[in-house]
Nanobody, 116 residues
Framework: QVQLVESGGGLVQPGGSLRLSCAASGGIFSINLMGWYRQAPGKEREFVANINDIGITNYADSVKGRFTISRDNAKRTVYLQMNSLKPEDTAVYYC??????????WGQGTQVTVSS
């Protein structure tokens, strides 16, 4: 069983910043892809960003230039630095990992609320 523990969510004013972290532990031999999705109330879960084992990144158009994804392979941790936050970034953020064997695991989610 793979466990993903997320942290760093919270309430922030528009224009502010937050940094999310997600640490993987348990039964996963090697991690290929790590990333984040988010789900706002009443909306489908949407892709935010991902990063592979050699640091190649992908971002949703809505967060390009504002969010930065990174990872520490030794710590099996992925980070999401979120700057210039907007109210429309309000959502539950879920991290995920995909092993080289193709297995996908999800975190429990962390709430991000952008409001004045």
């Amino acid at each position: 069983q793979v466990q993903l523990v997320e942290s760093g969510g919270g309430l922030v004013q528009p224009g502010g910043s937050l940094r999310l972290s997600c640490a993987a532990s348990g039964g996963i031999f090697s991690i290929n892809l790590m990333g984040w999705y988010r789900q706002a109330p009443g909306k489908e879960r949407e892709f935010v960003a991902n990063i592979n084992d050699i640091g190649i990144t992908n971002y949703a158009d809505s967060v390009k230039g504002r969010f930065t994804i990174s990872r520490d392979n030794a710590k099996r941790t992925v980070y999401l630095q979120m700057n210039s936050l907007k109210p429309e970034d309000t959502a539950v953020y879920y991290c995920y990992v995909i092993s080289w064997g193709g297995n996908r695991s999800w975190g429990q989610g962390t709430q991000v609320t952008v409001s004045s």
